[in-house]
């Protein structure tokens, strides 16, 4: 069965096929960082319930009998244990330090004759 995220974005470039390389390149980006934190909520709600103590049961229970399973379950522990050592990294945010408008102090809107470089 083919992926979601990418018959979404083949879906999107018949949708819109005159766009430039430009913005094929930032829309490609956005939608691969969409893709990967499409289900944050999930993985969030999963951690809330116990799930990390849970999965480790279940990978102890796992490495009795199923060695493939236990591997996997031993595989997303490493994820989540990279995933915590990455927020624990990460710098605060600063409020306010996000998209916000810095007006042109040079720019020149009136039509009265002025100089554009005074």
Do not use: K, W
């Not at 999963?46 to 031993?74: M, N, Y």
């Not at 994820?79 to 810095?102: K, M, N, V, W, Y």
């Amino acid at each position: 069965m083919p992926d979601p995220a990418t018959v979404g974005r083949a879906l999107t470039a018949l949708a819109y096929p005159d766009d430039g390389p430009e913005r094929q390149g930032y829309q490609r980006t956005i939608a691969d960082a969409r893709d990967a934190f499409s289900d944050l909520d999930t993985a969030a709600q999963f951690l809330d319930d116990d799930g990390e103590a849970t999965l480790r049961r279940a990978v102890g229970a796992a490495s009795r009998d199923d060695h493939s399973c236990a591997r996997d379950g031993r595989r997303l522990l490493r994820d989540l244990s990279r995933l915590r050592e990455s927020i624990a990294d990460a710098p605060p945010s600063t409020p306010g330090d996000g998209d916000h408008f810095h007006s042109g102090r040079t720019t020149v809107f009136s039509g009265a004759g002025e100089s554009p470089d005074r």
